[in-house]
């Protein structure tokens, strides 16, 4: 029941390119930027990406990301082994953050 | 380099109360605001509210109004997240992270979550 809509899977083999969809609505990604999280398990979410297509220092430029009405990608190009991780999307709504319920990635 | 240090794992019983601590480090404590976000097993990410570490001001979500409360000590830079009143289902994992806000050429105000801390286990188990 997140507010933000993932599809709770995805799959890739190494250097295939992936893309993980993020849908939302005209109160939270049609009207602010979106950020993406990786997330290990045991560990800290990653910022991977912010207001919307940014990365922050460290991040390879083989994630990106884009926004379009009220839906947002990110895209995984060159995939690797240890991409496999949970991708999170996240929305400021003006008053709370709204989290999509995450995308399991998996490297075949 | 910034860094958000939680305490450790906790076994509470329903009806008791728990207390997670973020310690930062390595920038200025009282110029960001500190989110508490929680995570569930098998569950996305659910916001819990904020803290203001200036001052002491919190705000929470409508769904923990009454049973959390926010609160931080300066002198050693840290931030504290008490949750009432458990029930199994708040069994999850609680992070706090610190909130970046950034105003773009077009006077937009853009916010990301960064860092995290490592999260804090809690677990509520008769």
């Known amino acids: 029941q997140s507010v933000l809509t993932q599809s709770p899977s995805a799959s890739g083999t190494p250097g295939q390119r992936v893309t993980i969809s993020c849908s939302g609505s005209?109160?939270?990604?049609?009207?602010?930027?979106v950020n993406w999280y990786q997330h290990l398990p045991g560990t800290a979410p990653k910022l991977l990406i912010y207001?919307?297509?940014q990365r922050p220092s460290g991040v390879p430029d083989r994630f990106s990301g884009s926004k379009s009405g009220t839906s947002a990608s990110l895209a995984i190009s060159g995939l690797q082994s240890e991409d496999e991780a949970d991708y999170h999307c996240a929305v400021w709504d003006d008053s709370s953050w709204v989290f999509g319920g995450g995308t399991k990635l998996t490297v075949l | 380099q910034v860094q958000l240090v939680q305490s450790g794992a906790e076994v509470k019983k329903p009806g008791a109360s728990v207390t997670v601590s973020c310690k930062a480090s390595a920038y200025t404590f009282t110029t960001f605001y500190i989110h508490w976000v929680r995570q569930a097993p098998g569950q996305g990410l659910e916001w819990m509210g904020w803290i203001n570490p200036n001052g002491g001001g919190a705000y929470y979500a409508q769904k923990f109004q009454g049973r959390v409360t926010m609160t931080r000590d300066t002198s050693i830079t840290t931030a504290y997240m008490e949750l009432n009143r458990l029930r199994s289902d708040d069994t999850a994992v609680y992070y706090c992270a610190r909130l970046i806000e950034w105003e773009d050429s077009s006077y937009n105000m853009n916010y990301w979550l960064e860092p995290w801390g490592q999260g804090t286990l809690v677990t509520v188990s008769s």
């Open positions: 005209n109160s939270n990604i049609g009207r602010n930027t």
């Open positions: 207001n919307n297509n």
